[in-house]
Structures are given as C-alpha cells and as structure tokens.
C-alpha cells in the first residue's frame, strides 16, 4: 500500500508537472487530457484516478503555486531589511531560490496562457503581503495603491524575465536587483 501512496504522489507531480509545461505553450482552457498522460507519460486511467479533469489538474497546480506564494510571502514577512535596503537579505534569496526551483509552474502560471482568475489570486495574495509589510511607511492610499501596482507588475515582470531568459543568474544576483529597483525607493520614505 505504502508503494502505491508514493506512486500516486509521484503520478500527481508528473501530472502537475506536465501541465506547467504545456500552460507554457498552450492556452489552460486548450489543455486535453490527451496532452497531459502524454507529457507526463502516465496512463489515463493514473490520471483520472487522481483528477477528475484536466480542470481538477490546472485548479491543483494553482492551489500548489499560491501555496508555495504564500510561503513565499510568510519569509518575507519575517525579513527586516532595516538600513541596508539595497542589499540582498537572506530571506530573499530563499524566496528566490524557491521560485527558481519552481520555475515552470511559475512560469506558466503567470504566462500568457495562464487562466486569468489565477493571475488575479496571485496579484491578490502579492498586494496583501505587501500591504502588511509596508504599513508603517508614510504613504497616502493612493500612492500606495500605485506603488503596490508598480511593485507587483515589476516583480512578477522581472521574475518572469529572469526565470525564462536568464535561468543561471544567481539568485543572489536577482535579489539585490529586486531590492535596490523595487524596495529601496518605498523604504527611502520612511520619516
């Protein structure tokens, strides 16, 4: 039993897996069942014992991804950058590190033939963390609104960027990036 607990785990990944990389190039409402067994090279009868569609399977992916997000968002939420706002700080490098050992997923799942409401939960999930760690800087709610907007289209942008073009780039590097371009304006603020 325990053997067969690991297949459908396995199974499952290689699903999930397999969609990433067909969202890659293939519209998520364009994704058949037949595309999915095939890249993930399991049967389906695997597939429709663990997904009832392949819906079921995008709705898993997202559900993965946001979780993975909101880890994401938790370490940073722990992160004190203090003075040094244009370094690299240990927790982003972690968070980096995770989305680059992610990257299809995230590609895919912020890509153009993403499912919009996905790309909405994720802004959703961003705007929220960002509310959080920045709610003691002296911003009226329209400059934090646009800045939130600015922050999350640039970092999802970036990361989008970094992970599709430039997959060896340190994520050292990327962190330093994204906090002297995207953290240290609002954190220059501070009264």
Do not use: C
Request: glycine share 4%; proline share 4%.
């Amino acid at each position: 039993m325990e053997n067969q607990a690991l297949d459908g785990s396995s199974s499952r990944n290689s699903i999930l897996n397999a969609i990433a990389v067909i969202m890659l190039d293939t519209d998520y409402d364009k994704i058949t069942v037949r595309d999915v067994v095939a890249e993930a090279n399991v049967s389906r009868s695997t597939f429709y014992r663990l997904f009832s569609s392949v819906d079921e399977a995008i709705g898993a992916l997202e559900d993965k991804y946001l979780g993975l997000m909101a880890e994401i968002n938790r370490i940073g939420l722990m992160a004190d950058m203090g003075e040094n706002s244009t370094k690299r700080t240990p927790s982003m490098v972690l968070r980096l590190e995770l989305f680059q050992a992610n990257a299809p997923a995230f590609l895919a799942l912020l890509g153009p033939h993403a499912n919009p409401r996905t790309r909405r939960k994720e802004a959703q999930l961003m705007e929220a963390y960002f509310q959080t760690k920045r709610a003691d800087e002296n911003l009226t709610p329209e400059e934090r609104d646009l800045y939130l907007r600015f922050v999350i289209d640039g970092h999802n942008s970036l990361l989008h960027r970094w992970l599709s073009h430039y997959p060896a780039l340190p994520a050292e590097d990327v962190a330093s990036l994204l906090n002297e371009l995207f953290y240290a304006p609002l954190l220059s603020r501070r009264k």
